[in-house]
């Protein structure tokens, strides 16, 4: 799947060639709010915007504003909900919304700024994005990937982070594999599948749903020449030794925040021991690699099973992402 917000910042850069735009940032919420922080809209002065900040509830107010001549300054917070503006449609159950408004002119120091975060979206790094409230931002650096609905508000000074979505690399296509490509998509996870042995790809492969990138490639290869950024998970759920026991040699060498491969109790010891033996991995390396994979659920089905995978990976990005 396409991170929403990476379309969000290449329709503002089509615009910043021409004219000004006004980048959107959804900062806090309270109560029942369509979006979560870090969300983003852009739009012109024409009625024209990408993405969303509630999923309709404010889009056509705040364009409206912006026609009217509000929001000249180069950043301020907008609230929409009690206590701030009231939409023409109410947010449910009473929501409040903050938003992060910055103006835009047109031309190149505009577009050098979100081309900057468009790769980190993109993958490459995580920013720390950090204004002070009627300035322009001066701050946006590389940093350590941290949860980007973390929001710091201080004064008037706002820290954000920007960064690509959770990525989940499968190493080859099992039925596991599909349901946890599924789950994955659906919890906003670009999700890549690596297969090459052809009779999986003549199996599985049209079974992928729309927005999962499959490469038809041997993982270790890709892990070998690419890795991967710290926001990603890496599984194996093949029993195939050939496919996830590569695959756990090159994981354990990248940045990848959960590693782990589909096996019983005995087979996993199995693989742990032939990864130790054979492959020389220490016992620090060893122990990044979740063998059996998932919650201890008692799965027995694919989508079982797949489910118990993608809670734990859920469940250890939301802690190692504070």
């Not at 959107?24 to 024409?46: E, F, H, I, Q």
Request: charged letters at 20%; proline letters at 5%; glycine letters at 8%.
């Amino acid at each position: 799947m396409q991170h929403l917000d990476i379309s969000v910042i290449r329709q503002a850069l089509s615009w910043l060639e021409t004219r000004p735009v006004w980048l959107c940032t959804v900062l806090k919420t309270y109560g029942s709010s369509p979006r979560s922080p870090g969300a983003l809209m852009a739009a012109v002065d024409d009625r024209l915007f990408c993405g969303s900040l509630s999923g309709g509830c404010v889009e056509d107010d705040f364009i409206a504003r912006i026609g009217n001549g509000e929001y000249r300054a180069a950043s301020q917070i907008v609230r929409y909900g009690e206590g701030g503006l009231e939409p023409g449609i109410a947010l449910p159950c009473g929501g409040v919304l903050d938003i992060l408004v910055e103006h835009l002119p047109a031309g190149e120091q505009s577009i050098r700024y979100l081309q900057k975060m468009a790769e980190a979206l993109n993958g490459h790094f995580a920013l720390q994005k950090r204004l002070e409230i009627g300035q322009p931002c001066r701050h946006l650096e590389v940093t350590d990937f941290a949860d980007i609905t973390q929001v710091d508000i201080s004064g008037n000074s706002v820290t954000l982070h920007v960064a690509a979505a959770p990525r989940l690399l499968i190493a080859g296509l099992s039925s596991v594999a599909l349901y946890c490509a599924d789950f994955a998509h659906t919890l906003g996870f670009e999700v890549v599948v690596c297969e090459n042995r052809p009779e999986a790809l003549e199996n599985f492969a049209q079974q992928l749903r729309p927005g999962v990138t499959l490469l038809k490639q041997f993982p270790a290869n890709y892990l070998e020449q690419r890795s991967c950024h710290a926001n990603t998970a890496i599984v194996a759920l093949t029993h195939d030794p050939r496919m996830d026991d590569l695959t756990m040699m090159e994981a354990v060498n990248t940045p990848a925040f959960y590693i782990g491969v589909m096996g019983s109790h005995r087979n996993s010891a199995r693989r742990l021991e032939r990864l130790e033996n054979i492959a020389e991995l220490s016992p620090a390396q060893l122990k990044r690699i979740q063998a059996p994979i998932g919650l201890p659920l008692g799965s027995k089905t694919p989508a079982e099973i797949a489910l118990a995978v993608m809670a734990d990976i859920v469940k250890r990005k939301n802690e190692a992402r504070g």
